[in-house]
C-alpha cells in the first residue's frame, strides 16, 4: 500500500489570483504594434496544446474537459452550486484555475502531481449534474488520472522509472534517449522540438513538431543508422508534423504578424520562425534568434518556440513558450545603467580571464510588461538564446519581467524567518528580488567561455597551454565540435546553470556601486538589501524541499534545487553565518532560519565566491566528472534537513496564479479584454482563446 500523503497533493486552496495586467501600456502602442502584438499573442496562444501534450497523457482531455464544464455552465456556477454546495464547487474551481495556470497537471514549478481537492463521487456528481455527452465521454477518459497517486507517478521523469513524461511516447530509458539523441547529434540535429517512441529494443521514431507532414527541412535525412561505443547498432526515423494543426495556426498568426513588422530586422525573424514552425527545422529557429537578438529595442519585445529544457528528463528536449510584452522604460533605464557597467563587475568575479568571454558584447536588458506568455509558468526573468554559439558569437537578451516581479499580495504570510525582521522583510523584498534577477540573468547567465572545439584542429583556447584549473593543472577537457553545455551535462546542466547565475547575483550584491545602480545610496538602504538579499535566498534554499521527493530522493524543479546548494552552502561556511533554529523538536514548527547579518561580507562572501569559482571553472572546461560530483553532493538533502520537510509542507504557501488578457481586433483595431481576479475570470480567459 502506497504511503505518500495525499494531503500534500491536493489542488492548492485559496491561492492568489493576480491579474497581469498590462492594458495601458497596450494602449500606449501605435496601431501598427498593436496588429503585431495581436498576431504574435495570437501564436503564442496557439501553443498551449503543445505544452499540455508534454507534460502527461491525460492533460489535454482535463483542459478539454474543465473548458466543456466552463461552456456549458455559461460561466455561471450558481445553479451547480445550489445542486452540489459551496465547498465543492470552490474545491472543483481551485482545481480547474491551477491546472490551467500549469497547462497540465503536474506543477510547472516543481514537476509533482496535483489532484482535485474535490472528492471524486463529488466530481462523479458535477459531471452527471452537466448532462452533457461531451462532458460525461471526456470524464470518462481522465476519472482514473485526475486522482491516482502513488510514489512514482508523483512526479515527471523516466517512464521507465514508473515517472511520468509525454517527451516520451512510451517506454524509453534514459539510456536510450541518450541513444537516440547522439545519433541526432552526429547528424547536426538539435532535439528541441521532438518528442521520442520507441519502436522496438534498437528501432526508434523522433517526431518533429511541424506543421507540414513530411521532410522538408531540407537537412535532416531519412533515416539515421548508428551504433553506439559498445558497436550497438540502432535505427532512428523521423516523423514529422507532430502538433500539425496547432503548428498551422502558429504560422497563418506569424504570417500575419509580419505585415505590422516595426523594421527589417523584425521581418527576418519572422520569416525564420516561419520556417521552422512550418518545415521543423531547428536551424531556422536558430537563425531567428540571431534576428532576435539584433532587433535591439522593441516597442513589443517577443520570443516564441521550444525554449527551455527543464521538464525533459534527458535535458534537451524543450517546452513551447510565447512571450509579448511591452517595454517598461523607467524601470529599463535602470537596467540599462547596469548593462553599461557590465565589464566592471564581471572583473571582480572570482575566476581567472581564461574562463571569461574574450570580448562582452553589451545585450539589450529591458523591462518588460507582460501581455502574453504562453507555457506552463511564468518566471521572473528571462536571458536567452540559450544556442551557445549565438550567445558567444552574436550575443543575448536579458529580460526582467515587470509586472511579474510586483505582482505581490500585501497580506502574504512570510514563514521561517524571525518576528522581528518581518517588517524589514516585507519592505525590502521586491527591491532586492528586482537587483538579484537583474546580476542572475545579465551577470549571471550573461558570462562565462566555454573551452570548444570550434573546429578541426581549431580551438576558442590554446589547446598547447590550457587555462589552469581548480587543481592547479591546466585543464584536460573541454567541448569537442559540436557539443553544448546542455548536451554534455545532460539532466543537471539546467539546475547547476541557475545555481550559477544565483550564486552570481549573491557574490555582487554586496557591491554597494553596484546597488547605487539602482537607486540605493545610501548606508542604511544599502545594508538592508543586502541582508534581504541573502536571507530571502537561504529562505528559498529552505522552502525547496516542498520541490524534493524524499521517496526518490529526486528534484523536481531545477531553480528550487540551485537554491537549496546555495542554503547548503551558506550552512557549511560554518562560524554560525547561517543556522536552523527550533524549540519545538516535535514538530519544528518554530523552526527559523537565523543569518548573521555582520558576517555576510566576511564568511558570505568567501563562501559563496569559492561556490561560485567552482561551479564556473567545472562548466567552462567541461569537466562533467567534477561538476557531477560537486553538484549532486551539495543538493544532497542530508537527514538533518530532511526532518523538517513535513513542517515545510504544512506551512506551503500557494503559488500565485495569473491571469492573462486576451486581444483580438474590433473594427479592425486591436483591444485587449482583462477579467475579475478569481478563478472563474481566469478559466474564462482560456474559454476565449478558443485554441
Not at 500500500?1 to 492568489?16: G, Q
Not at 521550444?306 to 534527458?314: A, G, K, L, N, V
Not at 548593462?339 to 536588458?365: G, M, N, R, Y
Not at 537607486?519 to 524541499?545: C, P, W
Amino acid at each position: 500500500m502506497s504511503s505518500i500523503k495525499i494531503e500534500n497533493y491536493y489542488a492548492d486552496a485559496k491561492a492568489p489570483i493576480v491579474s497581469l495586467s498590462a492594458k495601458s501600456h497596450f494602449n500606449e502602442l501605435t496601431s501598427q504594434e498593436r496588429k503585431y502584438a495581436h498576431y504574435m499573442s495570437r501564436a503564442s496562444h496557439w501553443g498551449t496544446r503543445v505544452v499540455l501534450r508534454s507534460v502527461s497523457p491525460e492533460s489535454e482531455v482535463i483542459y478539454d474537459l474543465i473548458i466543456s464544464i466552463h461552456k456549458h455552465v455559461n460561466s455561471d456556477y450558481s445553479d451547480l452550486t445550489k445542486h452540489l454546495g459551496e465547498v465543492a464547487v470552490q474545491q472543483y474551481l481551485e482545481f480547474a484555475s491551477q491546472f490551467l495556470s500549469n497547462l497540465g497537471n503536474y506543477k510547472s514549478f516543481g514537476d509533482v502531481k496535483f489532484i482535485p481537492r474535490l472528492p471524486r463521487p463529488d466530481f462523479e456528481t458535477l459531471v452527471e449534474w452537466t448532462n452533457s455527452e461531451t462532458v460525461l465521454q471526456l470524464f470518462e477518459l481522465v476519472k482514473d488520472d485526475l486522482y491516482s497517486l502513488d510514489e512514482k507517478n508523483i512526479l515527471l521523469g523516466w517512464n521507465t522509472d514508473g515517472h511520468v513524461s509525454s517527451y516520451y511516447l512510451n517506454k524509453v530509458s534514459k539510456v536510450e534517449a541518450e541513444v537516440v539523441n547522439a545519433a541526432l547529434a552526429s547528424k547536426g540535429i538539435m532535439p528541441e522540438n521532438t518528442r521520442v517512441e520507441k519502436l522496438s529494443d534498437s528501432e526508434f521514431r523522433v517526431h518533429v513538431a511541424s506543421a507540414d507532414i513530411s521532410n522538408n527541412t531540407g537537412y535532416y535525412p531519412d533515416l539515421i543508422d548508428y551504433k553506439d561505443a559498445d558497436g550497438n547498432s540502432y535505427t532512428v526515423t523521423f516523423k514529422f508534423g507532430d502538433h500539425a494543426a496547432e503548428f498551422s495556426q502558429i504560422v497563418s498568426n506569424l504570417v500575419e504578424a509580419k505585415k505590422y513588422a516595426a523594421n527589417e530586422t523584425q521581418v527576418k525573424l519572422l520569416e525564420h520562425y516561419i520556417q521552422s514552425f512550418t518545415t521543423g527545422s531547428m536551424n531556422a529557429h536558430k537563425d531567428s534568434q540571431i534576428e532576435w537578438v539584433r532587433d535591439i529595442g522593441p516597442s513589443v519585445e517577443t520570443n516564441i518556440g521550444f525554449i527551455e529544457t527543464y521538464r525533459d528528463p534527458s535535458g534537451v528536449r524543450g517546452e513551447w513558450e510565447g512571450l509579448v510584452a511591452m517595454v517598461n522604460k523607467e524601470r529599463t533605464e535602470k537596467f540599462q545603467k547596469l548593462v553599461s557597467s557590465a565589464k566592471h563587475f564581471i572583473q571582480l568575479l572570482p575566476w581567472p580571464k581564461a574562463f571569461e568571454k574574450d570580448v562582452f558584447t553589451p545585450p539589450d536588458f529591458t523591462s518588460l510588461e507582460v501581455l502574453t506568455f504562453a507555457g506552463s509558468g511564468i518566471p521572473a526573468g528571462i536571458n536567452i538564446p540559450n544556442y551557445d554559439d549565438v550567445r558567444i558569437n552574436i550575443g543575448f537578451k536579458n529580460v526582467s519581467l515587470g509586472n511579474i516581479l510586483s505582482a505581490r499580495s500585501a497580506s502574504e504570510p512570510v514563514t521561517f524567518i524571525d518576528e522581528s525582521l518581518v517588517d524589514v522583510f516585507n519592505k525590502y523584498r521586491s527591491e532586492s528580488f528586482e537587483i538579484q534577477v537583474g546580476i542572475h540573468e545579465l551577470l549571471g547567465h550573461g558570462t562565462g567561455k566555454l573551452l570548444q572545439e570550434t573546429g578541426d584542429n581549431s580551438y576558442n583556447f590554446d589547446i598547447n597551454s590550457p587555462p589552469i584549473g581548480l587543481d592547479g593543472k591546466p585543464v584536460s577537457t573541454f567541448y569537442k565540435k559540436g557539443e553544448t553545455w546542455g548536451s554534455v551535462f545532460g539532466s543537471i546542466a539546467g539546475s547547476a546553470e541557475e545555481c550559477r547565475a544565483e550564486s552570481v547575483a549573491m557574490f555582487l550584491v554586496t557591491n554597494r556601486e553596484l546597488l547605487e545602480i539602482f537607486g540605493y545610496s545610501t548606508k542604511e538602504e544599502q545594508d538592508n538589501i543586502i541582508h534581504i538579499s541573502f536571507l530571502q535566498m537561504a529562505r528559498a534554499g529552505l522552502v525547496a524541499l516542498e520541490q524534493w521527493d524524499p521517496k526518490t530522493r529526486k528534484w523536481g524543479q531545477p531553480h528550487m534545487q540551485a537554491r537549496y546548494a546555495i542554503l547548503r552552502t551558506f550552512l557549511d561556511a560554518g562560524e554560525n553565518f547561517v543556522t536552523l533554529k527550533y524549540t519545538k523538536g516535535g514538530d519544528f514548527s518554530d523552526l527559523r532560519i537565523e543569518l548573521d547579518e555582520s558576517k555576510i561580507s566576511t564568511v558570505g562572501q568567501k563562501a559563496i565566491g569559492n561556490f561560485l569559482q567552482q561551479l564556473h571553472i567545472l562548466k567552462c572546461s567541461a569537466d562533467v566528472n567534477g561538476l557531477t560530483k560537486l553538484y549532486n553532493s551539495i543538493t544532497t538533502v542530508t537527514e538533518e534537513i530532511a526532518q523538517f520537510r513535513d513542517t515545510i509542507l504544512a506551512k506551503r504557501l500557494p503559488r500565485k496564479q495569473y491571469i492573462q488578457g486576451n486581444t483580438s481586433l474590433e473594427d479592425d483595431t486591436a483591444v485587449v479584454k482583462e477579467y475579475a481576479e478569481n478563478e472563474i475570470g481566469l478559466i474564462q480567459s482560456f474559454v476565449d482563446r478558443d485554441v
